[in-house]
């Protein structure tokens, strides 16, 4: 398997960006009174996972990767409440997101085992 050359090349990266793209198709639907609540807040919580995938990945320090990696990962679990709430908001249907946010979740903690046992 080759080595990743950009934060493009990594799977979870691009899985990450996918459900971003998702959410804002979603999140265009959702009650106005809701733009700078629930929309506003989701739609940041998500675009903070493949942000902080690609800033990690430029890091130097295993450390310093790692970090950036467990930002994403917190950021991925503050978005799966989000996505909760939605749906029992009724705002949307998002119980097909569980599959890709879980399957992330699985991605970003085997990148970041491996970041920290020195692979990147």
Same mark, same amino acid.
């Given at each position: 398997?080759?080595?990743a050359?950009?934060?493009?090349?990594?799977?979870v990266?691009?899985?990450a960006h996918e459900l971003v793209l998702n959410i804002? @198709?979603?999140t265009k639907e959702f009650p106005r009174e809701e733009l700078y609540g629930i929309t506003s807040q989701l739609r940041r919580s998500v675009i903070s996972i493949p942000a902080n995938i690609a800033e990690g990945f430029k890091k130097r320090g295993v450390k310093d990767k790692a970090r950036f990696?467990?930002?994403?990962e917190g950021s991925l679990e503050?978005? @799966?409440?989000?996505l909760l709430l939605v749906y029992d908001l009724e705002y949307a249907d998002t119980y097909g997101f569980e599959k890709?946010?879980?399957e992330m979740g699985k991605l970003l903690t085997t990148y970041s085992k491996a970041v920290l046992k020195g692979a990147s």
């Open positions: 398997m080759e080595a050359k950009n934060f493009k090349d990594l799977i990266w691009r899985k804002y @198709k979603i990696f467990n930002i994403a503050e978005t @799966k409440y989000y890709l946010t879980d």
